[in-house]
T-cell receptor, first 114, second 109 residues
Framework: DVKVTQSSRYLVKRTGEKVFLECVQDMDHENMFWYRQDPGLGLRLIYFSYDVKMKEKGDIPEGYSVSREKKERFSLILESASTNQTSMYLC?????????????FGEGSWLTVV | KNEVEQSPQNLTAQEGEFITINCSYSVGISALHWLQQHPGGGIVSLFMLSSGKKKHGRLIATINIQEKHSSLHITASHPRDSAVYICAVKRGSQGNLIFGKGTKLSVKP
């Protein structure tokens, strides 16, 4: 079975702190994604990566950056956390971008910024 | 207007009932996904389809490309089916997923 593992399930951080959310997948997938999910808004794409060291902005990249130094690991970075970044963050991975590929999600990371 | 609309937003059913969740979209797509999210956050892919119908256990998913509409059916519903069901469409062959806002299903014993 494909496994997408997010390192932290629950985090509480202070405004202005630098926050790292880590995601690892074990199926050699090319594509990895970071989403945030907020009540009433559904999932929104922050960034995605289709190869090592490659990244593309999603719909809401402001205030975030990403790093993909190895194929299996995709990190989301909040350079200076703000209260409006309190949310649930979901990592996902899939084989190529073709239509027929299933997407696999991690368990989610609940971030609270105080 | 959202590109992917789900209805209803919330649904309460009695155990054993037949359930239908609907998804309409306004863009050309290459595939449609039905996802299930349990309390606690993790999301599981239930179906991916681009035409016709797929069945897995008590779950059935259909899609009508001409009408830009998909339905997810649950037969003989059970309290363990309680979850948020999310429809997501893939725009074009290389595009990213666009998500609906989800349907929260609660099945009472």
């Amino acid at each position: 079975d494909v496994k997408v593992t997010q390192s932290s399930r629950y985090l509480v951080k202070r405004t202005g702190e630098k926050v790292f959310l880590e995601c690892v997948q074990d199926m050699d997938h090319e594509n990895m994604f970071w989403y945030r999910q907020d009540p009433g808004l559904g999932l929104r794409l922050i960034y995605f990566s289709y190869d090592v060291k490659m990244k593309e902005k999603g719909d809401i990249p402001e205030g975030y950056s990403v790093s993909r130094e190895k194929k299996e690991r995709f990190s989301l970075i909040l350079e200076s956390a703000s209260t409006n970044q309190t949310s649930m963050y979901l990592c996902a991975s899939s084989l190529g971008l073709e239509a027929g590929n299933t997407i696999y999600f991690g368990e989610g990371s609940w971030l609270t910024v105080v | 207007k959202n590109e992917v609309e789900q209805s209803p937003q919330n649904l309460t059913a009695q155990e054993g009932e037949f359930i239908t969740i609907n998804c309409s979209y306004s863009v050309g797509i290459s595939a449609l996904h039905w996802l299930q999210q349990h309390p606690g956050g993790g999301i599981v892919s239930l179906f991916m389809l681009s035409s016709g119908k797929k069945k897995h256990g008590r779950l059935i998913a259909t899609i009508n490309i001409q009408e830009k509409h998909s339905s997810l059916h649950i037969t003989a519903s059970h309290p363990r089916d309680s979850a948020v069901y999310i429809c997501a469409v893939k725009r074009g062959s290389q595009g990213n997923l666009i998500f609906g806002k989800g349907t929260k299903l609660s099945v009472k014993p």
